[in-house]
Structure formats: structure tokens, C-alpha cells
């Protein structure tokens, strides 16, 4: 049977009709993409009682073990940038950077944070401890003593955020269980897996904190 006039299909059943009104479709949707658009009407910072800062460098103040650091950052640096590039604290150690390893945790406040969690800025008139603090007079806090004892790092990477994060937990709970300070732990990891070296030497903290040393 021969096909009516105007309506001549192609091989793959599509009518030359219906293949010129989705050409013309398509072209429209382009030009529509292409036009551009309008800016958008920014409300002014003053307006909003807001005082921009940045993308330029920016005084920063940090006190960090107990001194106060200073400094000038973008806006966008993390505080575990802020302290290794900017004020040589390396304690802290960047090995994940995506909040999951627990290498560069400080303490801000007297709690454990994930410094590459946070911008620098936001630390600013906090009280900052990382590992560096846990020596006084070449005397090691009792903490990185005992895994220096039971041999509880290897590579090393990890060790100051464990030290750090265990010495937040025994100050929150002086006479944590060894359970207790494992899971407090829950964020650190350790890719050496000196797992039971840890345990051995949190078994002996719990025990010398309970008798009060």
C-alpha cells in the first residue's frame, strides 16, 4: 500500500514530520541555553549586618598550646593547614583529609576535633591543644608514655591524633574503662594495626588512672 502524502517515514519509522518538529525543539532548547541570563541581584553584606571577609589573606589569631600564634590565611584554609603550613604546629598529620582517619585530630576546647574538618577562622578564641602539648620540660604526658612502653606505633602517622583523642577521653573520665576509651577511639584509625599494642597500653592507663596516678 502506498503511503499517503506528507507522511513519508524514514527506516527507522520516523515520519519526516516528526523529524523536523524535534529538529526545531532542539534548536529552540539551545538558544534558550546559550541566552544569558540575568545577574542576580546580590544583597549587599552592610545590609545584612554582615562583614565580608576574603578571597584575600585575613589576620589570624590562634592559641595553641597555650601561646598565641598569629598569622594571615584565606578564608578557606583548614585549621590543619593553618597549623602545619602557617605555624609550623606538625603534630598533626595529614593522611586522609576527609574527616575519616583521625591523623590530624587536636583537641579544641578540651574535644577531640578533626582539624581538617574545620576552617581556621572558626578557631579563632578557642583554646587549641594538639600532641605537642603532651610534653612538659622533656617530661612525656602519661598517655604517649605508655605507648612508647607497650611499643604502640610504627609508622607513626596516626599516633599523635590517638594520643591526642585518648588524652580527651581520660580528661572527660578519669576512670574510664578500658571498653570506654576504645570507643572513644571509634574515629582513629591505624593502618599499621598496632591494635593490641593500644590496648595493651590503655589497659595500663585505666589502671593507673583508677589508683589515682
Known sequence: MSEPQGHNTNSA???RRDFLRGTGAAAATVALAETPLAPVAEAAPAKLGV???GPGPVKLTLQVNDAQMTTNVEPRVTLLDALRNYLD???????CDRGTCGACTVMIDGKPVYSCTMLALEA?????KTAESLIDGGKLDAVPAAFVKHDAQQCGFCTPGFVVAMRAAFDKNPKATPAEIEEALSGNICRCGTYQQMRDAIVELCQTQRKGG
Open 13 to 15: 519509522g520516523l515520519s
Open 124 to 128: 579563632q578564641g578557642k583554646k587549641i
Open 89 to 95: 604546629v606538625t603534630g598533626c598529620k595529614r593522611v
Open 51 to 53: 562583614t565580608a571577609i
